[in-house]
């Protein structure tokens, strides 16, 4: 049983917030660098700051629309709650957020329309929780849903049991720690000023070269934090995704999210 079975307007509201959320992230690699736009380069974020929320109030809102019940939503605010107190424990040192597993699991238990919900909700909860309110939050949330949605994605979730899930969501956990320390990079690496020439955003050079530079920039800052991030993400997961897969199970069983409600006379 899935929590939310998505609709067509979900599907649409997803692919939606999706594809602004691609542009957000990544529209300073294809500015020509004559265009103007790159003179805006430090005000973008803040309007897509602005935007991110509301396209994500409208898909959390389509999805209710089309599933979310009273049963649902109380998963999600134990399972957020969860997550957003997990976050802190490692204080972002050296990459250690065991909330990424959680988010991985839930999304595989629950569904990707679920886990996108989640995903965004519980990195709000903990930027709440830990002051990390800024323009860069709504990215936050919306990687973070990206990655419990994929969770959500993979194949085998009616079938596949035992070890070979877990490795499978293992994997999974890995990848999607390192794509998300990546998809955040790109968003703040395009606003730093004084970079080495070797590692810094050059408005309106070829994609190719300013790829290069990203990389070289990644691999300089941020590979510290992404690889124990999915270290840490993979360990809990084989040694603890079990036992919390059957417990999620044995609740959305308990829940029958997709059980009708009848009303009987007498």
């Not at 597993?101 to 629950?110: K, Q, T």
């Not at 930027?127 to 990215?139: E, I």
Request: charged share 10%; with cysteine; aromatic share 8%.
């Amino acid at each position: 049983m899935r929590a939310v079975r998505l609709g067509p307007r979900s599907v649409v509201a997803l692919a939606l917030v999706s594809a602004i959320g691609v542009v957000a992230f990544g529209w300073p690699l294809f500015a020509p660098g004559d265009s103007g736009i790159t003179t805006h380069a430090a005000d973008a974020p803040w309007l897509f700051a602005a935007l991110l929320p509301l396209l994500l109030a409208v898909v959390v809102a389509t999805i209710a629309d089309t599933g979310l019940d009273a049963k649902a939503i109380a998963m999600l605010g134990v399972l957020a709650a969860a997550g957003a107190a997990l976050r802190p424990l490692g204080a972002g040192t050296a990459g250690i957020e065991p909330m990424f597993f959680l988010m991985v699991l839930s999304g595989r238990v629950l569904g990707p329309g679920f886990g996108f919900v989640l995903g965004a909700v519980s990195m709000f909860a903990s930027a709440l929780l830990t002051g990390g309110v800024g323009p860069w939050m709504p990215f936050q949330m919306l990687a973070m849903g990206w990655v419990a949605m994929g969770a959500g994605l993979l194949p085998g979730a009616a079938r596949l049991r035992g070890r070979a899930e877990s490795l499978l969501l293992a994997g999974y956990g890995a990848v999607a720690s390192v794509a998300y320390g990546t998809a955040m990079n790109l968003q703040g690496w395009t606003l730093m000023q004084g970079m080495a020439s070797g590692i810094s955003y050059v408005p309106g050079d070829p994609l190719d070269e300013n790829l290069a530079r990203f990389v070289a920039y990644c691999l300089a800052t941020s590979l510290g934090w992404d690889l124990p991030r999915a270290v840490v993400t993979m360990v809990l997961t084989l040694t603890l995704g079990g036992a919390i897969l059957r417990a999620l199970r044995r609740a959305t069983r308990r829940a029958a999210f997709d059980a009708p409600v009848a009303f009987e006379d007498g």
